[in-house]
């Protein structure tokens, strides 16, 4: 029903900048919330920021003052543009969005397949 595309992901050095993009397509009537989440090795997936109907923002405390979320003119297009890199930020990022997709039913979480972020010190 709806699908999930991140792209941008890729290798760079400690302190280099990286923008992630992520499009959401399909049965879509509203999208509440978007967001990015991200998982390390061996580690729990953990939210890093996400984005509110009303453009109203929220951050892991870790983004905070590095990272930006932000939504395209389209709203069904988030982007995480990511500055001062470190190694810790290396992890699988992945797109979340809250998506109604019909009146009938309740809003529902969507993933996208995930894009690794690596950070070399």
């Known amino acids: 029903q709806v699908q999930l595309v991140e792209s941008g992901g890729g290798w760079l050095q400690a302190g280099g900048s990286l923008r992630l993009s992520c499009v959401a397509s399909?049965?879509?009537?509203?999208?509440?919330?978007m967001g990015w989440y991200r998982q390390a090795p061996g580690k729990q997936r953990e939210l890093v920021g996400r984005?509110?109907?009303?453009?109203?923002?929220r951050y892991a405390d870790s983004a905070k003052g590095r990272f930006t979320v932000s939504r395209g003119n389209a709203k069904n297009t988030v982007y995480l543009e990511m500055n001062n890199l470190k190694p810790d930020d290396t992890a699988v990022y992945y797109c979340?969005?809250?998506?109604?997709?019909?009146?009938?039913?309740?809003?529902?979480?969507?993933w996208g397949q995930g894009t690794q972020v690596t950070v070399s010190s």
């Open positions: 979340n969005a809250n998506v109604l997709t019909s009146y009938f039913t309740t809003t529902k979480d969507y």
């Open positions: 399909g049965t879509i009537l509203s999208i509440n919330i």
């Open positions: 984005i509110f109907k009303d453009g109203s923002t």
